[in-house]
């Protein structure tokens, strides 16, 4: 096996072990390692690494990490613009603020919301008026940009989740289980 495919497996361990600055280091050489042709494995390491980091409390890196996985997945060609960042670092932090636990549970929820961003971008960067805006007043502009975005929440009882914790899910009937 790949030496980075190595150091992806073990930091996966190290998360899921609630061992986080261990795990950081170890992606971190796995990110050094991967080609750089294996986007998609790239994400995945910045993906498994954003949740080190907001296990951390390091919510700015842990942003960065799934902004970035997120880019890296997203197969159509486009222009990769300020404008488009600004917009999505806002929009992702909306999203994530608004939850419970205040990260991504999965890589699929991570690539659902991008497409959400990223199909409201689509609408808001065709408005003729916000060149007229310098780019602090247009930041402004995105951030009035209300997207609903779906609220699933995997939390029992109120308790936290944290990457790696698997939660139990059981259905409560009144007949005992049975049908």
């Not at 690494?49 to 997945?73: K, V």
């Not at 609408?123 to 007229?132: K, S, W, Y």
């Not at 699933?152 to 139990?168: A, D, L, N, R, Y």
């Amino acid at each position: 096996m790949e030496d980075w495919k190595v150091s992806l497996e073990q930091g996966k361990r190290y998360l899921f072990a609630q061992e986080s600055r261990r795990a950081i280091d170890v992606f971190h050489d796995a990110m050094e390692d991967c080609p750089e042709q294996r986007t998609v494995e790239m994400s995945e390491i910045l993906f498994f690494m954003g949740a080190a980091y907001r296990n951390l409390g390091q919510n700015e890196y842990a942003y960065r990490c799934w902004e970035n996985a997120a880019m890296l997945r997203d197969k159509e060609e486009h222009e990769y613009d300020l404008d488009w960042r600004a917009f999505y670092r806002i929009q992702l932090v909306k999203y994530l603020s608004g939850k419970q636990v205040q990260q991504f549970g999965s890589l699929a929820e991570s690539d659902m919301i991008h497409g959400l961003i990223k199909m409201t971008w689509s609408e808001v960067r065709h408005q003729n008026h916000l060149m007229n805006h310098d780019f602090h007043e247009r930041c402004g502009i995105y951030r009035s940009v209300r997207i609903i975005f779906p609220r699933i929440e995997t939390e029992q009882s109120g308790q936290k989740k944290k990457m790696g914790q698997i939660v139990t899910f059981s259905r409560n009937r009144g007949n005992g289980g049975k049908k």
